[in-house]
């Protein structure tokens, strides 16, 4: 399973889903105009969320209806460097309502 | 304990300062040009009425809430304008990276760069000021808007000044002068990675963060102004753990 990480560099953000920079994914939904960011609930943070999972389950619709409570219940919570394990992202997904 | 990644963030960030950087040489320039900027607005303020003198807690009350949003939305989001981006990426990008809950402190002169605003920052926040002074100044006399750039620059510096007590080592005015101490309690857990984004934005008085709902404390006005290191108030349910200043101190100063 992917594995994505992200990082605050002194350069800027960086995310990666198995090294390579994750794409904001735009065309399925633009939250944010500023890219990426974490650790608190708002739009840059939902546009993260969107494309972890889009990355993820290649389901658009999913992907936008869930990226508001993977948002709150994941991204909002990450370090300063995080890690998420695709079997986090599954476990997720069973446990919300609303997937 | 400090991690590896700030170790390591911290020796980046040294490296790519200029040689010539010198700390004192930064706090020496900033205080000059305040102290002219004040010599000016003083020699133009006379004969204040009683009501005029009402514009410096009004004004105070505008800075400290002008200070919350420039913080949170500005400083602590990544934004598409060129010139606010920078306040992102200095802040949140540079400074609370080099400064975490596991150690908060200089390790000398060279590293206030990462603190102080550079001093074109005051000249902005100086022309910023002016338009609002003007408009007090032609509505309801020149004294207002002379009392209004000096509440507005003053606060600058009460900016300054408390921000840097953050950074310093323990000691006993820090520890013990109110204000100082609750600020230092409540930058120090802001500094905490899961709670920087959203937690303690003020960086004077917690006024707003109070007015707001952003503390990590749950007590009154006056509990939050009088704190200090107490942290019995601490609400239970924050992202992270706010630390003590203590914690952010725990091995000699200069270490890292």
């Not at chain 1, 508001?68 to 446990?95: C, S, Y």
């Not at chain 2, 990544?78 to 609370?96: F, G």
């Not at chain 2, 120090?188 to 109070?210: G, K, Q, S, Y």
Request: proline letters at 4%; glycine letters at 6%.
């Amino acid at each position: 399973m992917t594995v994505y990480e992200g990082q605050r560099t002194i350069d800027g953000l960086v995310v990666t889903a198995d090294g390579k920079p994750l794409d904001e994914h735009y065309e399925v939904k633009r939250f944010s105009k500023c890219g990426f960011e974490w650790a608190y609930e708002g739009l840059a943070p939902q546009q993260l969320a969107l494309a972890i999972l889009y990355d993820h389950l290649h389901d658009q619709e999913r992907a936008i209806r869930l990226s508001e409570p993977f948002m709150k219940e994941v991204i909002a919570n990450l370090d300063n460097d995080w890690t998420i394990a695709g079997e986090r992202i599954d476990e997720f997904l069973q446990t919300s309502r609303q997937g | 304990m400090i991690r590896q990644r700030q170790i390591a963030f911290r020796k980046e960030y040294r490296s790519r300062i200029m040689g010539w950087y010198d700390g004192y040489l930064h706090l020496f320039t900033m205080c000059a040009m305040g102290a002219a900027a004040f010599y000016i607005y003083i020699q133009h303020i006379h004969d204040v009425a009683a009501w005029e003198w009402v514009t410096v807690p009004i004004t105070f009350l505008f800075t400290n809430i002008f200070e919350w949003v420039a913080h949170k939305y500005f400083m602590h989001r990544p934004v598409n304008t060129k010139a606010l981006r920078v306040l992102y990426e200095r802040h949140t990008l540079n400074h609370h990276q080099f400064f975490t809950d596991d150690e908060m402190r200089f390790r000398d002169h060279k590293d206030w760069r990462v603190t102080l605003f550079a001093p074109n920052v005051l000249v902005v926040f100086i022309l910023m000021s002016m338009p609002v002074a003007a408009l007090l100044g032609t509505v309801f006399s020149p004294n207002v808007g002379w009392l209004f750039m000096c509440v507005a620059t003053g606060m600058y510096f009460v900016y300054e000044f408390m921000h840097f007590c953050c950074h310093v080592e323990e000691n006993w005015f820090v520890r013990n002068c109110p204000f100082v101490n609750t600020l230092r309690r409540h930058h120090t857990a802001h500094h905490n990675a899961r709670l920087m984004m959203e937690v303690n934005m003020n960086v004077t008085f917690p006024i707003a963060d109070w007015l707001f709902g952003t503390s990590d404390l749950d007590r009154g006005l006056l509990g939050h102004l009088f704190n200090g290191y107490d942290t019995r108030f601490v609400k239970k349910n924050l992202r992270g753990a706010p630390k003590h200043p203590d914690e952010a101190a725990t091995v000699p100063v200069g270490s890292y």
